[in-house]
Protein backbone atom coordinates (compact mmCIF):
# COMPACT_ATOMS: atom_id res chain seq x y z
CA UNK A 1 0.00 0.00 0.00
CA UNK A 2 1.48 3.26 -1.28
CA UNK A 3 -0.11 6.72 -0.02
CA UNK A 4 0.52 9.92 -1.67
CA UNK A 5 0.25 13.66 -1.08
CA UNK A 6 0.35 16.30 -3.35
CA UNK A 7 1.53 19.58 -2.51
CA UNK A 8 2.64 23.26 -3.61
CA UNK A 9 -0.23 24.35 -5.87
CA UNK A 10 -1.25 28.10 -6.07
CA UNK A 11 -2.35 30.98 -7.66
CA UNK A 12 0.65 32.28 -10.21
CA UNK A 13 0.37 34.80 -12.77
CA UNK A 14 1.52 33.60 -16.33
CA UNK A 15 4.93 33.47 -17.09
CA UNK A 16 5.58 32.58 -13.63
CA UNK A 17 6.64 29.17 -11.70
CA UNK A 18 5.44 26.76 -9.34
CA UNK A 19 6.61 23.65 -8.04
CA UNK A 20 4.20 20.44 -7.01
CA UNK A 21 5.40 17.90 -5.40
CA UNK A 22 4.20 14.10 -4.43
CA UNK A 23 5.30 12.50 -0.80
CA UNK A 24 4.77 8.93 -0.97
CA UNK A 25 4.77 6.74 2.22
CA UNK A 26 4.37 2.88 2.35
CA UNK A 27 5.63 0.33 0.43
CA UNK A 28 7.58 2.74 -2.02
CA UNK A 29 10.31 0.35 -2.86
CA UNK A 30 7.43 -1.00 -4.80
CA UNK A 31 6.91 1.66 -6.91
CA UNK A 32 7.78 1.03 -10.74
CA UNK A 33 6.89 4.44 -12.11
CA UNK A 34 5.55 7.90 -10.85
CA UNK A 35 3.62 10.06 -12.76
CA UNK A 36 1.69 13.76 -12.83
CA UNK A 37 -1.86 14.05 -14.30
CA UNK A 38 -3.82 17.30 -14.71
CA UNK A 39 -7.68 18.11 -14.82
CA UNK A 40 -9.15 21.18 -15.97
CA UNK A 41 -12.60 22.25 -15.86
CA UNK A 42 -14.86 20.26 -18.03
CA UNK A 43 -12.23 18.27 -19.84
CA UNK A 44 -10.48 15.22 -19.41
CA UNK A 45 -7.75 14.08 -16.81
CA UNK A 46 -4.53 13.90 -18.80
CA UNK A 47 -1.31 12.87 -18.49
CA UNK A 48 1.67 15.27 -17.90
CA UNK A 49 4.85 13.58 -17.69
CA UNK A 50 6.29 10.46 -16.78
CA UNK A 51 9.02 9.34 -14.57
CA UNK A 52 10.19 5.63 -14.78
CA UNK A 53 12.31 3.70 -12.30
CA UNK A 54 15.01 3.98 -14.20
CA UNK A 55 14.93 7.45 -14.37
CA UNK A 56 13.71 8.02 -17.92
CA UNK A 57 11.14 10.84 -18.42
CA UNK A 58 8.53 11.71 -20.52
CA UNK A 59 6.11 14.52 -20.57
CA UNK A 60 3.02 15.77 -22.84
CA UNK A 61 3.72 18.02 -26.06
CA UNK A 62 1.97 20.79 -24.45
CA UNK A 63 4.45 21.02 -21.40
CA UNK A 64 7.85 20.19 -23.39
CA UNK A 65 10.08 22.43 -22.51
CA UNK A 66 8.92 23.85 -19.63
CA UNK A 67 8.50 21.14 -16.97
CA UNK A 68 10.40 18.84 -15.48
CA UNK A 69 9.49 15.90 -13.35
CA UNK A 70 12.20 14.53 -10.68
CA UNK A 71 12.45 11.95 -8.27
CA UNK A 72 14.55 12.56 -4.93
CA UNK A 73 14.60 8.80 -3.94
CA UNK A 74 16.35 9.81 -0.20
CA UNK A 75 13.21 11.90 0.28
CA UNK A 76 10.67 9.49 -1.21
CA UNK A 77 9.49 12.47 -3.59
CA UNK A 78 8.40 13.11 -6.93
CA UNK A 79 8.60 17.09 -7.73
CA UNK A 80 6.79 18.81 -11.40
CA UNK A 81 8.91 22.19 -11.67
CA UNK A 82 6.61 24.62 -13.81
CA UNK A 83 8.34 27.25 -15.32
CA UNK A 84 6.73 29.57 -18.10
CA UNK A 85 3.31 28.86 -17.01
CA UNK A 86 0.14 29.82 -19.36
CA UNK A 87 -3.54 30.58 -18.12
CA UNK A 88 -4.02 26.93 -19.70
CA UNK A 89 -1.83 25.39 -17.46
CA UNK A 90 -5.05 25.78 -14.94
CA UNK A 91 -5.92 22.51 -13.67
CA UNK A 92 -5.57 20.22 -10.65
CA UNK A 93 -2.83 18.49 -10.87
CA UNK A 94 -2.61 15.13 -9.32
CA UNK A 95 0.40 12.39 -8.54
CA UNK A 96 0.14 9.13 -9.24
CA UNK A 97 2.09 5.71 -8.94
CA UNK A 98 2.58 2.39 -10.80
CA UNK A 99 3.69 0.09 -8.53
CA UNK A 100 4.21 -3.47 -10.37
CA UNK A 101 4.29 -2.35 -13.91
CA UNK A 102 0.77 -2.86 -14.83
CA UNK A 103 -0.78 0.46 -14.63
CA UNK A 104 -1.61 2.98 -11.98
CA UNK A 105 -2.23 1.67 -8.66
CA UNK A 106 -2.89 4.83 -6.60
CA UNK A 107 -3.37 8.54 -7.13
CA UNK A 108 -3.05 11.53 -4.60
CA UNK A 109 -5.42 13.51 -3.51
CA UNK A 110 -4.91 16.33 -6.29
CA UNK A 111 -3.54 20.46 -5.99
CA UNK A 112 -4.93 23.03 -7.56
CA UNK A 113 -3.26 25.43 -10.45
CA UNK A 114 -4.27 28.57 -11.18
CA UNK A 115 -2.87 30.71 -13.46
CA UNK A 116 -3.87 34.24 -14.03
CA UNK A 117 -3.54 36.20 -17.53
Known amino acids: QVQLVESGGGLVQAGGSLRLSCAAS????????MYWYRQAPGKQRELVAAIISGGSTNYADSVKGRFTISRDNAKNTMYLQMNSLKPEDTAVYYC???????????WGQGTQVTVSS
Open 26 to 33: GNIFSINA
Open 96 to 106: AADLYGSGIDC
